[in-house]
């Protein structure tokens, strides 16, 4: 059974990061492409970074870039998110997502998602 | 980017009846990548369709897809009490990969 555990999520100042992760099992993880999608309180999906099977090719959302950086250690079974100079407009519920396949951009697996709330 | 629009924003319906979600996109969607999701409150989203027309693993029959280009149809033929939830489109064809507003299928 696939599963995707979502984690690193809480409350933090603007200006501060958070790691998020994700782990991954049920499936080959090496095999598939990894994502982060996110969705505001009350509000709809936005896609926030996607990173392909084996790494090498990396895409950010403009919202995020130069801020976020997304990374994933096939021997783990994981995928990470570090978020730098977090903002209000952060907060969200954070979603960990399966890429059908090594390079595809749709999501067929997701997590349970992991709440990050940016507030003063 | 490739905005999506879809309408209407809410669809008041009653189970048995037919239900027809409509998503636009503002250029061309390449080779009619398009995904359509189900989310239910406090739950993650679930993939329905890809490809325009392609179904998931596991999901009823009654729930359908096409369109290509600019225009795309999710229709659920008749709707199920557990179908009444958001539905979201998502295209994947190009960089950076957008999302539809949503549609909210409400019981009338």
């Known amino acids: 059974e696939v599963q995707l555990v979502e984690s690193g999520g809480g409350l933090v100042k603007p200006g501060g990061s958070l790691r998020l992760s994700c782990a991954a099992s049920?499936?080959?993880?090496?095999?598939?492409?990894m994502n982060w999608v996110r969705q505001a309180p009350g509000k709809g999906l936005e896609w926030v970074s996607s990173i392909n099977n084996s790494g090498s090719f990396i895409y950010y959302a403009d919202s995020v870039k130069g801020r976020f950086t997304i990374s994933r250690d096939n021997a783990e079974n994981s995928l990470y998110l570090q978020m730098n100079s977090l903002r209000a407009e952060d907060t969200a519920v954070y979603y960990c997502?399966?890429?059908?396949?090594?390079?595809?951009?749709?999501?067929?697996?997701w997590g349970q998602g992991t709440l990050v709330t940016v507030s003063s | 980017e490739i905005v999506l629009t879809q309408s209407p924003g809410t669809l008041s319906l009653s189970p048995g009846e037919r239900a027809t979600l409509s998503c636009r996109a503002g250029?061309?969607?390449?080779?009619?990548?398009l995904a359509w999701y189900q989310q239910k409150p406090g739950q993650a989203p679930r993939l329905l369709i890809y490809g325009a027309s392609s179904r998931a693993t596991g999901i009823p029959d009654r729930f359908s897809g096409s369109g290509s280009g600019t225009d795309f149809t999710l229709t659920i033929s008749r709707l199920e009490p557990e179908d009444f939830a958001v539905y979201y489109c998502?295209?994947?064809?190009?960089?950076?990969?957008?999302f539809g507003q949503g549609t909210k299928v409400e019981i009338k």
């Open positions: 998502q295209q994947y064809g190009s960089s950076p990969w957008t």
């Open positions: 250029q061309s969607v390449s080779s009619s990548y």
């Open positions: 997502a399966r890429g059908y396949g090594s390079g595809s951009y749709f999501y067929d697996y």
């Open positions: 049920g499936f080959r993880f090496n095999r598939y492409s």
